[in-house]
């Protein structure tokens, strides 16, 4: 396998093996999916979300479980992961758009939950400065931003450490190192992670008044941020 030369051609590749490949190259990668149903406080009930670099569609399929009522909207790059998820939801009340980030025109009070599951960490230290406040704008007063991700950044001093425990777990599943040589120049091309506490600074001054952790182990998290 190796590395392309766009993240939409990236996950192209990689949508096939999807969910599989998560969890065998990413640590607690279940528990940081079903964090964004079962974290959600009891009494909060989305009538429409956006679902933000949506991949195959794993957590809309989650949340579809608990709120059916609800409106999804889908957004990636890829079309290929976009196509899993029209046949995946056929029939439900879910619109798959194909955009980078970048390229949409997020709507203002559109949404009361907006979800990124590992799409975050592909924006750098300016572009997540720059899409908080969009994120802000687009979600309706007492709308919720949750996240799942990877939040240290390169320039930590547990940086070194965390790579050679999370190669540690993907050679445990690919003994042959393949797959952890993709990973690491995929990682080393595309990936831009930031510590957490830095993008609750980051959060709280687009406007978010309650950022917290939901959960995490070490520095995979699942956080929450309230408008």
Not at 25 to 42: E, G, I, R
Not at 45 to 71: E, I, K
Not at 73 to 91: I, N, V
């Amino acid at each position: 396998m190796k590395v392309k030369d766009s993240i939409a051609a990236e996950f192209d590749q990689f949508s096939g093996n999807y969910t599989e490949d998560m969890t065998k190259c990413v640590p607690h990668y279940p528990k940081l999916l079903t964090c964004f149903s079962d974290c959600l406080p009891d009494d909060f009930s989305p009538d429409t979300v956006l679902d933000l670099g949506c991949g195959n569609g794993n957590v809309t399929a989650l949340l579809l479980n608990r709120f059916p009522h609800a409106h999804y909207t889908l957004l990636d790059a890829s079309p290929e992961m976009l196509a899993l998820c029209k046949q995946r939801f056929a029939g439900k009340n879910v619109t798959c758009i194909e955009r980078y980030f970048r390229d949409y025109d997020f709507p203002r009070c559109r949404f009361d939950l907006i979800t990124a599951s590992f799409s975050l960490h592909h924006l750098d230290s300016g572009e997540k400065q720059w899409i908080f406040p969009i994120l802000f704008d687009a979600l309706k007063p007492g709308g919720l931003l949750t996240c799942s991700d990877l939040m240290i950044s390169k320039q930590h001093d547990q940086y070194a450490t965390l790579c050679r425990e999370w190669r540690l777990f993907v050679d445990s599943h690919y003994p042959d190192g393949e797959k952890w040589k993709w990973l690491e120049e995929h990682h080393r091309i595309y990936d831009h992670p930031d510590d957490y506490e830095t993008q609750k600074r980051w959060l709280l001054r687009a406007g978010f008044r309650d950022v917290s952790i939901g959960w995490n182990d070490g520095f995979w998290m699942y956080f929450m941020a309230t408008k």
